[in-house]
């Protein structure tokens, strides 16, 4: 990070203040999910009614609010027989399509061990319980909530308690006018599948950094010297004729530097921008000249793009925030380039000169 504290100083580290960390990069997982646990029904005598049931869950985590997921559960349920009058036993399973809310992603979105879900689906149930139709399948809605515990990078632990409301045909115990409900208490285990995505490696750029504050600092040591320099003196018999070595002063100004695909000006590097304005401010009579550029890697129409984009940039800061007449500025763009700093990175550049 290079910064400026006006336009004839050397450049030096500014220590930085402690700033909230972002939030991390969300990456969506695919999850396998198995639970085991219990299930009654909805009716008179429903605690001599409890049965094992088994459920398997399919889904993607989406964005970090929200998951989908398929899920089908199947149980040998117990329920009161409407044609013997007998506890009796029968098959079904539930096949259910569910949006899943995280809700405390919902209030702030970090990385946390648990996560507390809000879930609602739809499907479909099969039975083999004897009914008055002919059809074994009935609509399904369903309702309940999930706490999610992220043991690892692949593993979670899942608490789960739903309700699911089918017809009244579903156990065979005909009640006009009302449905059918279902109530599952899971434990739950999870196989997480983040997807893959590109790590990139932030190399360490003080070294080049350095020089090329020292190469400016010689620069400006180069300018004083033209600056002070003597006009030369010929001299010749009876008649003596100075010549004057017109040098014309050019500086060349702190660098801004852009991150990759970017034209905003970071919050360090608006400080090499303030150093420009202060030299500016006083030499009035100067001008100064901006080029944007962009690293080679990339498509040659987006980097003459940003290159045009970052050289605007730093001059509507000048105007705008530091008060200097545009009528002083031009702007240009450089387009891709390799040439002016030896590492790719740094060529993502405006450079100033003033004249």
């Not at 209030?107 to 879930?119: G, N, T, V, W």
């Not at 608490?159 to 017809?167: I, P």
Request: proline letters at 5%.
């Amino acid at each position: 990070m290079m910064t400026a504290m006006s336009a004839n100083a050397q450049f030096y580290e500014v220590p930085t203040k402690k700033e909230k960390q972002p939030a991390p990069e969300f990456v969506p997982s695919w999850f396998v999910n198995l639970q085991g646990g219990i299930q009654l029904p909805n009716t008179p005598g429903m605690g001599r009614l409890i049965a094992p049931t088994f459920s398997l869950n399919i889904g993607r985590n989406i964005i970090p609010v929200a998951t989908g997921r398929l899920s089908v559960e199947w149980c040998n349920s117990r329920v009161f027989n409407e044609y013997t009058g007998e506890k009796g036993t029968f098959k079904f399973a539930t096949y259910s399509a569910d949006a899943m809310l995280n809700i405390l992603n919902c209030i702030e979105y970090r990385e946390r061990p648990l996560s507390l879900y809000f879930i609602a689906g739809v499907g479909c149930n099969w039975s083999a319980m004897k009914t008055t139709n002919s059809s074994h399948f009935s609509p399904n809605v369903r309702l309940g909530g999930q706490l999610d515990w992220r043991v690892n990078r692949n593993l979670a632990l899942n608490l789960e308690y739903r309700a699911d409301n089918t017809n009244d045909q579903f156990n065979g115990r005909l009640e006009t006018g009302t449905h059918d409900w279902y109530t599952s208490i899971l434990l739950g285990l999870s196989l997480v599948l983040p997807d893959s995505k590109t790590i990139i490696q932030k190399e360490d750029n003080s070294t080049q950094i350095a020089t090329l504050n020292d190469e400016i600092n010689r620069l400006r040591a180069e300018n004083a010297e033209l600056k002070n320099r003597k006009p030369e003196v010929k001299v010749e018999t009876k008649t003596v004729e100075v010549e004057k070595k017109v040098v014309e002063r050019i500086a060349v100004l702190p660098f801004v530097f852009f991150d990759c695909g970017k034209t905003t000006i970071s919050k360090h590097q608006s400080l090499n921008v303030k150093a420009i304005a202060d030299y500016m401010k006083s030499n009035k009579e100067t001008t100064v000249a901006i080029t944007g550029y962009a690293s080679p890697e990339g498509k040659p129409e987006l980097n003459q793009k940003l290159s045009e984009e970052r050289a605007k940039a730093v001059a509507k800061m000048l105007v705008e925030k530091y008060g200097i007449d545009a009528d002083r500025i031009t702007t240009a763009a450089g387009g891709a380039t390799s040439d002016i700093l030896p590492e790719a990175d740094l060529n993502r550049v405006c450079v100033s000169v003033a004249k």
